[in-house]
């Protein structure tokens, strides 16, 4: 059975940083590919940032030079780092494991970032 666990999300000023994390369970995760995606209110999912199992990442337009992206494989976890944090970052983040090697892709529960003076 695979789980996804974020966390480290919370309320941050404009121009401030968080780092979220997500922690799997299951067999094999490095060869999976992870990715990061968002969902403001009254809005749809969005894609934020992917890493593969060779460790290529690619970001979003609306993140990049701002997020990144980076995995332990060791211990089962993806990171992302937010930088320079706008208001419209405001969303809530989803962990997501892809559809690859025959298996279905898996989410996590989703953490709340809010951006706010």
């Known amino acids: 059975q695979v789980q996804l666990v974020e966390s480290g999300g919370g309320l941050v000023q404009p121009g401030g940083s968080l780092r979220l994390s997500c922690a799997a369970s299951?067999?094999?995760?490095?060869?999976?590919?992870m990715g990061w995606y968002r969902q403001a209110p009254g809005k749809l999912r969005e894609w934020v940032a992917r890493?593969?199992?060779?460790?290529?990442?690619n970001y979003a337009d609306s993140v990049k030079g701002r997020f990144t992206i980076s995995r332990d494989n060791a211990k089962y976890t993806v990171h992302l780092q937010m930088n320079s944090l706008k208001p419209e970052d405001t969303a809530v983040y989803y962990c997501?494991?892809?559809?690859?090697?025959?298996?279905?892709?898996?989410w996590g529960q989703g953490t709340q970032v809010t951006v706010s003076s």
């Open positions: 997501r494991r892809a559809a690859e090697w025959g298996s279905e892709d898996y």
């Open positions: 299951g067999s094999s995760f490095s060869i999976y590919t």
């Open positions: 890493i593969t199992s060779a460790g290529t990442t």
